[in-house]
């Protein structure tokens, strides 16, 4: 498992493979919680940090491993940031030894997430969400499946949140989104829309959507390329670096130096599910 480890009671499932890659994934919020590679590396950063507690209350989201942000992507919208997905239990579907399906139903979101405090509806849709992870030699694949089991359209945004490990933030690099136009999300950042030149490197914060890439993350291990579906338009990039860092309760001060974010994500254009209809959206994770 993780060096943070989840309490010892906590709901998990656990994934292997012969060669010796492994996998935890927490039923609450249908999170992948650490992914070891054969040789024991690994790749996925988990706070030391997370208070356990609030996280089972749903008040709170498990910060590290890969987050599922889904109905709606940050505060895009008039539900609790990154949606109510990765809040709750999902329950189990079919377990093999090297992969997981977990659901989650709209009769199991409770009535304060889809309701304001005047009753009145953030998010009237009714829905079947699977969220299927298989593990490989070297390779994991997180893939999200949404039905619109209600009788209007069903809009919303997503992503997966990924934190993976790095040796130190600035030797890290991500290659793939040259000559790429993107969105600078950091506040203070010219409100113009940049292109990349080159690699993206880390010297400050970074909150960046780019539209979708094939990234190669070089972080002084050996190289993780990532892939993602069609059906998931942007990658967005983000690293907190110190001064942000330091605002965030559930990460130690110098954890920016530790992991960056690589999403994949759907968040310019919302998905609109007509009723019946079903959405796919993936992410694929090899080390060479």
């Known amino acids: 498992m993780h060096p943070a480890q989840c309490p010892a009671n906590w709901p998990v499932c656990q994934l292997h493979t012969p060669e010796g890659s492994s996998a935890t994934v927490s039923l609450h919020g249908a999170q992948v919680l650490s992914w070891r590679t054969a040789d ?17 209350q749903g008040t709170c989201a498990i910060r590290g491993g890969i987050p599922v942000c889904w109905p709606q992507f940050n505060r895009r919208g008039p539900l609790v940031k990154h949606g109510f997905a990765r809040l709750l239990p999902w329950k189990v579907v079919q377990h093999a030894n090297d992969s997981v399906t977990l659901r989650l139903q709209h009769s199991d979101v ?20 699977n969220l299927h992870v298989q593990l490989a030699n070297h390779a994991l694949t997180v893939t999200l499946e949404v039905r619109n089991t209600g009788n209007t359209a069903l809009p919303f945004t997503t992503a ?6 790095t040796r130190a933030i600035s030797d890290t690099q991500i290659t793939g989104a040259d000559g790429l136009q993107y969105w600078d999300a950091v506040p203070d950042a010219d409100p113009s829309h940049p292109v990349q030149h080159g690699p993206i490197r880390f010297a400050g914060e970074v909150d960046r959507v780019y539209p979708a890439f094939a990234a190669t993350l070089a972080n002084n291990l050996p190289p993780l390329q990532l892939r993602q579906s069609a059906s998931l338009q942007q990658t967005v990039v983000w690293n907190p670096d110190a001064a942000l860092c330091a605002q965030l309760a559930d990460l130690p001060a110098d ?14 254009d919302p998905v609109v599910l007509e009723p019946g209809a079903i959405w796919q959206g993936w992410q694929s994770f090899q080390v060479n």
């Open 40 to 56: 024991g590396t690994e790749r996925l950063y988990l706070s030391p940090c997370i208070d356990w507690n609030a996280v089972a």
């Open 110 to 129: 409770p009535h304060h997430l889809l309701h304001d405090a005047q009753g009145q509806a953030l998010w009237p849709h009714a829905f079947e969400t």
């Open 160 to 165: 997966l949140h990924g934190y993976f490990t």
């Open 255 to 268: 954890a920016y130096r530790q992991f960056v974010c690589i999403e994949a994500a759907q968040i310019d």
